[in-house]
């Protein structure tokens, strides 16, 4: 089954949910958030579903964030992206049912925060996770109101301010992943994990994780959706994007 550039697979009750646009590295397109969206409505309508993996097609990247190419600067185009994108994140963690995250290369900006927002990442050795955002004038939202309650504040700041990569092996070590495994083995790893998870009783498994997500998507998710927007209009997004578009180092001004 296939929704816009997303392969869905439901396997012995796991939904397989590839973001398959490897030529691109998996970015969020509008093609990409349309089979994400649907694949997830898919996920809770099935009751043969118990649980979902969300990976990436290709060796190179699960998600290496927005699709800068197609970007605009126009402010109701950037208030209808920002809350789009994130209410598709905050989807993963509202779903009803286990998601792990199978990273299998670069997660970045909104990919990291994809993975961020499953249950569960298991990331291949090869994996790099990071939030480039800044480099391009503007912030990561999701990230900015959920990576302090993984890896603390001040890393989050760092994170989020120089948006330097990290390797999965740092990214085990400040919590972001649950295991790092061999590149060869991931979906292997993964799909081990999914089986176990969906043999267990299903009503308290989805109170669980209800309990342990209760209170996400509130006041500070809003407040992210409405400053993501302010952020594209201005003249350091317009300088970032343009010199990310013509492959240079931005100046920024302000």
């Given at each position: 089954m296939r929704f816009g550039n997303v392969d869905f697979v439901n396997k012995e009750g796991v939904a397989w949910i590839t973001l398959d646009d490897p030529d691109r590295f998996n970015a969020r397109s509008p093609e990409i958030r349309q089979g994400l969206r649907e694949s997830l409505a898919q996920v809770e309508a099935d009751d043969s579903i118990r649980v979902a993996v969300l990976t990436g097609r290709g060796d190179k990247a699960f998600c290496a964030g927005g699709d800068i190419s197609r970007f605009s600067f126009e402010a109701h185009a950037a208030r209808k992206f920002s809350k789009e994108t994130l209410a598709l994140t905050h989807s993963l963690e509202a779903c009803s049912k286990p998601v792990i995250a199978a990273v299998n290369g670069l997660a970045l900006g909104g990919g990291f925060e994809l993975a961020m927002a499953c249950d569960f990442v298991i990331a291949s050795d090869r994996a790099q996770f990071g939030l480039?955002?800044?480099?391009?004038?503007?912030?990561?939202?999701?990230?900015?109101?959920?990576?302090?309650?993984?890896?603390?504040?001040?890393?989050?700041?760092?994170?989020?301010?120089?948006?330097?990569?990290?390797?999965?092996?740092?990214?085990?070590?400040?919590?972001?992943?649950?295991?790092?495994?061999?590149?060869?083995?991931?979906?292997?790893?993964?799909?081990?994990?999914?089986?176990?998870?969906?043999?267990?009783?299903?009503?308290?498994?989805?109170?669980?994780?209800?309990?342990?997500?209760?209170?996400?998507?509130?006041?500070?998710?809003?407040?992210?959706?409405?400053?993501?927007?302010?952020?594209?209009?201005?003249?350091?997004?317009?300088?970032?994007?343009?010199?990310?578009?013509?492959?240079?180092?931005?100046?920024?001004?302000?």
């Open positions: 480039p955002e800044i480099r391009l004038g503007l912030m990561p939202g999701f990230a900015v109101v959920r990576l302090h309650e993984i890896v603390g504040r001040s890393r989050a700041k760092e994170l989020a301010m120089l948006g330097e990569p990290i390797s999965a092996d740092e990214a085990l070590r400040l919590g972001v992943v649950l295991r790092v495994v061999p590149h060869a083995q991931l979906l292997e790893e993964a799909g081990a994990f999914a089986q176990k998870l969906a043999a267990k009783p299903r009503t308290a498994i989805s109170m669980i994780k209800g309990i342990f997500n209760r209170g996400l998507g509130g006041d500070e998710l809003q407040l992210a959706m409405e400053a993501m927007p302010v952020l594209f209009v201005t003249e350091d997004a317009r300088e970032g994007i343009t010199a990310f578009r013509e492959k240079r180092k931005p100046q920024f001004k302000t």
